[in-house]
């Protein structure tokens, strides 16, 4: 038996093929000659949302993050400001909500 690590993952050569039992990160694309291929999931580039910035380095494999901030004058008034690739291959749903802040001087 042979182990191989990608994406975070271990994964297991037998003589009928691969052990994706504990498969995370990866889907299979493929099945050749009794083994089984697999490639790492992609979730694609996060969504743009409203009045924000995103904070992000570029990665897109599962476990990636990016993290929003409101842009100058607005701020968030819902409870998240960080998206998740799930190994679905898609990022998590945003809980972020910019809203302008408004000063009153005087009566409102």
């Known amino acids: 038996m042979i182990e191989l690590g990608i994406a975070r993952t271990i994964f297991k050569i037998t003589p009928t093929g691969f052990d994706a039992s504990r498969a995370s990160g990866v889907s299979k694309t493929q099945h050749f000659q009794g083994f089984c291929c697999f490639s790492e999931v992609n979730c694609g580039v996060p969504p743009s949302l409203p009045l924000s910035v995103m904070i992000w380095r570029g990665d897109t494999k599962v476990g990636s993050s990016v993290s929003y901030k409101c842009i100058e004058g607005f701020y968030n008034i819902r409870k ?7 190994s679905e291959g898609i990022w998590s749903h945003p809980d972020f909500l910019c809203q302008g802040i408004f000063l009153c001087f005087f009566s409102c």
């Open 80 to 86: 998240g400001d960080t998206l998740v690739c799930y």
